[in-house]
């Protein structure tokens, strides 16, 4: 049997899939979290899911593209806000 990384986090083996890959580029690696993120269950905590992804992987590919973009993701998990824009105006 294949290994495809942890069910629990990875249920499709893409972010394994995607260390795998030699030459992936940060665009491909961005491509395939999407994809991940989609395949989440709606009860998963996604940020504690990234954070147990890079406990898994980041010591033994620091430099990868996918690490990169891991980490990106929960970087912009902060909490969404308000654009600006004429609505946020105050009126006359």
């Known amino acids: 049997m294949m290994d495809k990384g942890d069910p629990e986090l990875d249920p499709k083996g893409l ?3 995607a260390y795998r890959i030699d030459g992936i580029t940060a665009g491909e690696c961005r491509s395939i979290f999407l994809d991940w993120a989609l395949s989440l269950p709606d009860s998963a905590d996604t940020g504690t899911v ?3 992804l890079l406990a ?3 010591a033994e590919a620091p430099d990868h593209p996918m690490t990169h973009v891991i980490r990106a993701g929960l970087g912009g998990m902060a909490a969404p806000r308000r654009r600006g824009g004429w609505r946020s105006r105050p009126r006359n």
């Open 56 to 58: 898994q992987r980041e």
């Open 50 to 52: 990234l954070r147990a």
């Open 15 to 17: 972010i394994h899939e």
